[in-house]
């Protein structure tokens, strides 16, 4: 990814589209095709030479521009006639996000792989799932893989639509009217790119779209840092259902020898933060002055390789980390029984439902004796057993077939054959 950035391949993308420019000129009778096969021959450019250039000129592309010049001779004054800077910048930045976009999509593909292998080697492991931060209902490990694999697939879809709303360039000139291009010049320059031509313009593609460019990388990274969080919350002592793998010889704390850190996914938080300021600066780039300002410029020149390796590093660490986390099923059972039977309270509130109690009635019995299992800790099912009003409608034999696991996982293949067996999504 940070080649792509780099000042060479920048340059070599602005030289494309200068040299497509020029041959479709050629093509338009604009510009000698003679002088068309010395452009193409002698083209190049020294970025050192770019660089010394830019310090006395203070413009980059009138920088680069020269120091073309100075490779091409004489036939250079055929270059960029009749083009804006813009022209060159706009379109050659859409390329190198397309670009990005492709590494990034690829990088999502990876991260797909890694949560469908582990959604299935987890599809019946039994833990405690969790609302409000407290124990819910049973769930399986291989459940909430499977529905942060929906959530990615849904990211790449995100990554995708972002890259076919960016992928627009434009050749028009000072204001967008062509009054020195001519429109096929912008066409040609563009099929050749493997881009659009944007359909009306300024001085520069609007910015709405590079906006939802940078909220569909900010929406992943946060996705990304969702899945981190649950991770720390699994891995805190009291709970250590998962841990991030601890390598030999790898050291946690400078103070406690003890410590196993969640430091990958505390580190993928920090950086989603991060990427959320670039969605929130490519946003207030929308409006700009008029036919345009440089207020963005300065922000692109940040954000564009920065925001598209940061989610490249948070894709690679992420997807490493996943590939390696270690899972303690039977600390998973060991928390699930945690409470005593109270997260089976829903299955019996319906068992006396479906016996001919009323609703009202059934959750106030229920309920009461959760509360009594909560305050004096013990256990609930022998507390159901004692109780008058659940004997009258329930045997021992309904209420241990209420407390079973599998009740919960009954759907389990259903929910699978939706996330993995032929959606939309998991096709992508």
């Not at 030289?15 to 010395?38: F, Q």
């Not at 124990?135 to 399986?140: D, I, L």
């Not at 986390?325 to 928390?335: F, G």
């Not at 005593?340 to 016996?355: A, D, F, H, I, T």
Request: hydrophobic share 40%; glycine share 6%.
């Amino acid at each position: 990814m940070a080649d792509i950035w780099s000042d060479r391949n920048r340059y070599q993308k602005w030289l494309d589209v200068e040299l497509l420019a020029c041959e479709a000129m050629a093509v338009r009778g604009m510009i000698p095709e003679d002088s068309l096969a010395v452009i193409r021959s002698k083209a190049a450019f020294d970025v050192a030479r770019i660089e010394e250039i830019e310090k006395e000129v203070k413009h980059d592309v009138i920088a680069f521009l020269t120091s073309v010049a100075e490779h091409v001779g004489e036939e250079a004054r055929y270059i960029h006639m009749g083009l804006t800077s813009s022209d060159i910048l706009d379109t050659s930045f859409a390329v190198l996000l397309k670009e990005a976009a492709n590494h990034l999509i690829a990088g999502v593909d990876r991260l797909l792989g890694v949560l469908k292998k582990r959604a299935f080697e987890h599809k019946g492991t039994i833990m405690i799932g969790r609302s409000h931060g407290i124990h819910a209902e049973p769930v399986t490990f291989g459940l909430k893989m499977a529905l942060w694999y929906q959530e990615m697939a849904r990211n790449r879809g995100r990554l995708a639509r972002a890259r076919e709303t960016v992928s627009y360039g434009k050749l028009s000139g000072a204001v967008g009217t062509y009054a020195f291009v001519d429109p096929y010049v912008e066409s040609y320059v563009c099929e050749k790119l493997g881009l659009k031509p944007a359909p009306i313009s300024t001085q520069i593609v609007q910015r709405d779209r590079h906006a939802e460019y940078f909220s569909a990388l900010a929406i992943c990274a946060s996705s990304i840092e969702k899945f981190a969080i649950e991770i720390r919350h699994l891995q805190r002592t009291e709970v250590r259902e998962v841990e991030e793998y601890f390598s030999k010889g790898q050291k946690g704390s400078s103070a406690m020898p003890h410590k196993r850190n969640p430091v990958l996914s505390e580190n993928l938080t920090g950086l989603a933060r991060l990427m959320r300021s670039y969605a929130l600066v490519a946003m207030e780039n929308i409006p700009l002055w008029h036919e345009r300002d440089i207020s963005h410029s300065s922000v692109e020149r940040v954000i564009g390789p920065d925001a598209t390796i940061l989610l490249d590093f948070m894709l690679g660490r992420f997807t490493g980390m996943m590939e390696e986390l270690v899972v303690y099923p039977e600390r998973m059972l060991k928390n699930l029984a945690m409470t005593r039977g109270l997260v089976y309270s829903q299955m019996v509130l319906l068992r006396l439902v479906e016996g001919g109690m009323s609703r009202e009635k059934a959750y106030e019995v229920v309920q009461k004796r959760a509360m009594q299992s909560w305050q004096e800790e013990l256990n609930f099912k022998a507390l159901l057993l004692e109780d008058e009003d659940v004997k009258a409608v329930l045997s021992e034999k309904d209420l241990d077939d209420a407390f079973r696991e599998d009740n919960y996982t009954t759907h389990a293949d259903d929910i699978f054959k939706r996330v993995f067996g032929g959606t939309d999504e998991a096709k992508a």
